[in-house]
């Protein structure tokens, strides 16, 4: 830590950025009978009986007038996905209100729809705060919902997590934390069950990957399809490619005549694959709340971004999803029901 | 959302949960020359121009009087690992600053350690607040650090992550989002280098997956072994296992006299092989800080957790790692530097 005795607003400003908090947008009835409104991090709460909050405001704001007459204003704790109006609110000129949904409180406020929580108050106390002035309000209304919060940190938007009980400590059982032994172990679980589906119809793993392969694009030669299949460790023969057309899932023809291609039961057993898969997903997230699980894609990405430099060409995102692959096809298939799943 | 007109304090409170802060303990030099300090999460900021922070304290609380009279405080935003610290402070009773390391500030003020920033101010305003006092410092002196913050969030702490720019919208080159294919990529592609090393040696992956399992612990049948590494679609035979022998790998034996075990030779490139899978994990998670990498573990180890139903017996916990497993041998293998790998 280095100390700052003469105090630059810069490094002021960045140092209360160190404290994270939620993102409100105020609003009140102007003056003129305008909507006014205006996004503040400023808010916290101050009394339980009687219930009161605070916020403050800039002096030099061409809002202050409003608030310094009117007797009421409106907080809105925003929620994660309405960033868009917190910066819509942050935002001089233009008018903040056009096209938004508004709602009328106390004292004819407007209302905003879609926050994690809303407070109506009363204005009690204006109090002097060097450059701002603080606004202390009774509250005299409020309405909540469930919804997770935008999160402001470091001059950022930022995203909540519950913390995790897991968080400390190492469990023995995985390996030490190692990163590749829980990538696998995660990915062959969820296989497992996919592997038994695949069993059923006298297949294997190779097979499968092959099948994949196929569903992200028709048309490849075998060839091109083994060094796509390889990346899993198994290197597919033409053999593996004789018994999927024996079992009537896949055609075979030279690649200027078409290539590796799916038969009409070979496109519905893919389907039906992608299906389960689905399925054996919506299992496996249940742990997992949707934010949560928003999340671990995000990582995952990452992690896929940083490792592609060992991918052969043949694997580059340009190189192997195409056209007609039968992600489209899904829209047929059933969808697990994520929201049973939200812990 | 629910109105709610009549104000229930108890529902109040849980209102204002929607509103995440950050936590501070704010201190202080008793009346008495005792040391005060509680937490608090009613911080936020109010001038710049003048430096000015707030906070507000229970009219019902012992510690009013030490702020009431006193003409200073410090308050210490907290960092993420400092929830130990917030639960001390929070605590009635015993010395809440036994066995802590205590600086000196201004006013003779005790400072903690290890914050995120703290702030030292002189008392400018105390005003009247409903059931709480709201006081009012100018900050003379501060100091700050880049520790992550402690987060507060509907009456528990949270975690905070930088909100990721890749939040919104699907990379179509990722297959449409699907858990299964991501961490699939993900796995395979850490496992690429490593399978450069393993062919180096005229192996396949099928006997870098028996040396795994042997890694975990020795003395297995090769039949056992087999069904472990079944996991992975790959189904050693007996050939592989005197593949492996015959490089002078591993000694096959009877179960009875010790079962499969790894020559010298074979635990010294096991150890070489899992220093280097660690060395691509590095690589792997440049793109997370080291507050993502814990996180993706954790979400990772959920999902295992979920997906354990799916797993045969041999692979259960308790029958997977044993005492000899080479973990161990891992402090003399080469660390990766995850510092240089922190964004």
Redo the contacts between chains.
């Keep these: 830590?280095?100390?700052?005795?003469s105090?630059d607003?810069k490094q002021?400003?960045?140092?209360?950025g160190?404290?994270?908090?939620?993102v409100?947008v105020v609003t009140t009835r102007g003056v003129d009978g305008t909507d006014i409104g205006l996004t503040a991090?400023?808010?916290?709460?101050?009394?339980?009986?009687?219930?009161?909050?605070?916020w403050?405001l800039d002096k030099k704001s061409s809002n202050l007038q409003h608030f310094m007459t009117g007797d009421h204003f409106a907080v809105h704790?925003l929620a994660a996905d309405q960033?868009a109006i917190s910066n819509r609110f942050a935002r001089g000129g233009a008018d903040r209100f056009a096209r938004l949904e508004v709602g009328r409180g106390l004292g004819d406020m407007p209302l905003l729809d879609g926050c994690?929580?809303?407070?109506q108050c009363r204005t009690t106390?204006r109090?002097?705060?060097?450059?701002?002035v603080?606004f202390?309000g009774?509250?005299?209304?409020?309405?909540?919902?469930d919804?997770q919060?935008l999160?402001f940190?470091g001059g950022?938007?930022?995203?909540?997590?519950?913390?995790?009980t897991?968080?400390e400590g190492s469990?023995?059982?995985?390996?030490?934390?190692?990163?590749?032994f829980?990538?696998?172990?995660?990915?062959?679980?969820?296989?497992?069950?996919?592997?038994a589906d695949v069993e059923k119809r006298g297949l294997?793993?190779?097979h499968y990957a092959i099948l994949s392969v196929l569903g992200?694009g028709e048309g490849r030669s075998p060839d091109e399809i083994s060094r796509l299949v390889e990346?899993?460790?198994?290197r597919p023969s033409e053999e593996h490619f004789h018994v999927l057309a024996a079992k009537g899932l896949v055609e075979i023809r030279t690649t200027e005549t078409g290539g590796v291609r799916f038969t009409e039961a070979g496109r519905q057993y893919a389907i039906q694959l992608l299906a389960a898969?689905?399925s054996?997903?919506a299992?496996?997230?249940?742990?997992?709340d949707e934010q949560?699980?928003?999340?671990?894609?995000?990582?995952?990405?990452?992690?896929?971004?940083?490792?592609?430099v060992?991918?052969p060409d043949v694997w580059r995102?340009?190189n192997?999803?195409r056209e007609d692959n039968i992600?489209g096809a899904?829209a047929a298939a059933p969808q697990p029901n994520l929201e049973n799943n939200r812990s």
């Design positions: 830590m280095t100390s700052i005795t105090i607003p002021f400003r960045r140092a209360l160190a404290f994270t908090t939620g409100t991090n400023s808010f916290n709460s101050v009394s339980l009986e009687p219930p009161m909050v605070l403050s704790i960033e994690a929580t809303r407070f106390y109090y002097e705060g060097g450059d701002h603080i202390v009774e509250v005299l209304e409020f309405d909540g919902s919804r919060p999160v940190h950022k938007y930022g995203l909540l997590l519950k913390k995790p897991d968080l469990d023995p059982g995985f390996g030490d934390d190692w990163l590749g829980l990538l696998g172990r995660a990915y062959f679980q969820m296989q497992i069950p996919l592997r294997e793993d190779i992200a990346i899993t460790g198994h898969g689905k054996g997903e299992d496996a997230v249940r742990g997992l949560e699980a928003r999340l671990l894609t995000i990582l995952l990405k990452r992690v896929i971004r940083e490792t592609e060992n991918l995102k340009e192997f999803w992600r899904r």
